[in-house]
């Protein structure tokens, strides 16, 4: 069984970088045709896909987001990271990694595995 676990500040002051870290058992980041995604759901609002990461390595980033999103890997810790600076009030939102055979993520399907997620603020 394939096991996610975001971790992370819970808290950020506007204008700063968001560090996360999504720790993955049970699974290989770098098996073939997987993709690990960041998705975010902010209070009141649908699940927004942020970008992914490919098992080869590869980066996609949702437009609105790119400039700000940086993903990247640590394949001898079978983790996958999210950077996302310049951070205000409308970051605020529950953050979850994801694996699944697509690209982009909006919903969970079948054979999608899902962290449980966590709460980020952003409040000075």
């Known amino acids: 069984q394939v096991q996610l676990q975001e971790s992370g500040p819970g808290l950020v002051a506007p204008s700063q970088t968001l560090s996360l870290t999504c720790t993955v058992s049970?699974?290989?980041?770098?098996?073939?045709?997987?993709?690990w995604s960041w998705i975010r759901q902010p209070p009141r609002k649908g699940l927004q896909w942020m970008g992914a990461?490919?098992?080869?390595?590869?980066?996609y980033y949702s437009p609105p987001l790119k400039s700000r999103t940086s993903i990247s890997r640590d394949t001898s810790k079978n983790t996958v990271s999210l950077q996302l600076s310049s951070m205000t009030p409308e970051d605020t939102a529950v953050y979850y990694c994801?694996?699944?055979?697509?690209?982009?993520?909006?919903?969970?399907?079948?054979?999608?595995?899902w962290g449980q997620g966590t709460q980020v603020t952003v409040s000075s």
């Open positions: 049970g699974g290989s980041i770098t098996t073939n045709h997987y993709y």
């Open positions: 994801a694996r699944s055979h697509s690209i982009e993520v909006y919903t969970k399907q079948e054979d999608d595995y």
């Open positions: 990461m490919g098992f080869d390595g590869s980066t």
